[in-house]
């Protein structure tokens, strides 16, 4: 038998995402981004295409900025 053991979160680089509005920095609005690995992800307005950051291989979920 063979196992694999993922690692609790990967850096991964935004590929696509929307602009973020002016005004919404102040509350916790959150828009869809893609991934260089093709999976589409919640993030905070404030994050940009290009950046690397950090997603839980449990849930799929934004965890931050790498």
Same mark, same amino acid.
């Given at each position: 038998?063979? /196992?694999? &053991?993922?690692p609790?979160?990967? =850096?991964?680089?935004?590929?696509? /995402?929307? +602009?973020?509005a002016?005004?919404d920095?102040?509350?916790?609005? +959150?828009?869809?981004?893609?991934?260089s /690995?093709?999976?589409?992800?919640?993030?905070?307005?404030?994050?940009?295409?290009?950046?690397?950051?950090k997603?839980? /291989?449990?849930?799929?979920?934004? &965890?931050?900025? =790498?």
């Open positions: 038998a063979l /196992t694999v &053991q993922l609790p979160v990967v =850096a991964l680089e935004i590929v696509e /995402t929307e +602009q973020a002016r005004g920095t102040v509350s916790s609005v +959150q828009k869809p981004a893609r991934l /690995t093709g999976l589409e992800v919640k993030v905070p307005a404030h994050i940009k295409v290009g950046e690397i950051i997603v839980s /291989t449990d849930t799929g979920e934004f &965890q931050g900025r =790498a």
